[in-house]
């Protein structure tokens, strides 16, 4: 019964080129065919497959609510401190998500995940080192475009006061 299931999943889960390399026949290309799936893991309960979702998952939802809990700090904050202190925070993270973002950062996680399943920890290494070279690297790149704002927010039609003040947050959200 369970080899059954197994075959059945295979069958519709893999194409045909990466079911003949996983039973060994065929071309060989760079793309590399998905691990077989062990017997015992076909066999784990639902609540096994949530504990394992929810300890993947977890983290990463996590991180995305702290990202999310300091920006509403700092609209809570500023808020409540002057209506052109929040305009110039609004402007300068409009700026920074539309125009920069974290697209590198956000591309290293599915990389990384699929090369652990895979078992491959020398491509895990790799593969977040070479994705902190290339965010540090972004991130010298830009860090001018940020300490040099208030001239590109004035450009684009910006009052020069509030220009000014998105600049003095740009200059101390550039380094983190």
């Known amino acids: 019964m369970r080899r059954a299931l197994i075959d059945l999943v295979a069958q519709t889960w893999l194409t045909p080129r990466h079911r003949a390399k996983a039973q060994g026949e065929g071309e060989t290309s760079p793309c590399r065919a998905p691990a077989p799936v062990p017997e015992e893991a076909m066999a784990q309960s639902f ?15 996590g991180s995305h609510i702290a990202q999310m809990a300091i920006g509403v700090t700092d609209t809570v904050m500023l ?37 652990a399943e895979q078992g491959d920890h020398t491509r895990v290494r790799r593969v977040t080192r070479m994705g902190l070279w290339i965010s540090a690297g972004f991130a010298l790149a830009v860090l001018p475009l940020l300490w040099f704002s208030a001239p590109l927010l004035t450009a684009v039609g910006q009052h020069p006061d509030l220009a000014a003040d998105a600049q003095s947050y740009l200059r101390i959200m550039g380094w983190g």
């Open 79 to 115: 808020g409540w401190y002057d209506v052109e202190a929040l305009a110039a925070l609004v402007l300068a993270n409009t700026m920074v998500l539309f125009l920069f973002g974290s697209g590198f950062a956000f591309a290293v996680m599915p990389l990384v995940s699929s090369a």
């Open 47 to 61: 609540s096994s497959h949530v504990r394992a979702h929810l300890a993947l998952g977890l983290p990463l939802i």
